[in-house]
């Protein structure tokens, strides 16, 4: 069982991640931190993550956007050993190999709200610690909407 110290209890309730019916995956990912995109006059949203070395962790770990749409996404690796970054985006994902103590950079289009996960995909780095989730919060648009009565929510 994770433990999650006050700290990280109030950034996850500052950020709407820890409540029911919110965007609650803030509960299921225990290590990180939770960063934000910040969006470029030219509506571009950009943000940086990285591997700390020897953490088996992206830092942060939760990445939250505005809204949809294009996010450039720098990933950095300041760990010993090699990790393959598999990112999320529409079509297909993209897929980046990243050295030790390199850095790179990925363009990724997301559209919808959502949480859309991302990890390193070599050896077990996944069941490490290695997954990381960007998140989009608020309504679909009303043409992606079900047509159907609003249902009743707890």
Do not use: F
Not at 96 to 119: C, D, E, F
């Amino acid at each position: 069982m994770t433990t999650i110290s006050n700290d990280r209890s109030a950034e996850l309730a500052a950020a709407g991640l820890d409540g029911q019916n919110k965007l609650t995956l803030g509960r299921l990912l225990g290590t990180g931190t939770i960063g934000h995109a910040e969006e470029g006059p030219d509506g571009v949203m950009r943000a940086t993550v990285r591997i700390p070395e020897d953490e088996m962790c992206w830092e942060p770990g939760i990445l939250i956007l505005p809204h949809g749409g294009t996010l450039e996404l720098t990933l950095i690796n300041d760990d010993k050993n090699t990790h393959c970054s598999v990112l999320p985006n529409i079509g297909d994902n993209l897929v980046i190999w990243m050295v030790n103590h390199s850095k790179g950079t990925a363009t990724l289009n997301l559209q919808g709200p959502g949480i859309y996960w991302y990890g390193s995909a070599t050896g077990n780095d996944e069941g490490r610690g290695l997954t990381g989730a960007i998140v989009i919060g608020g309504e679909v648009p009303p043409e992606a909407k079900l047509d159907r009565p609003a249902q009743p929510r707890p």
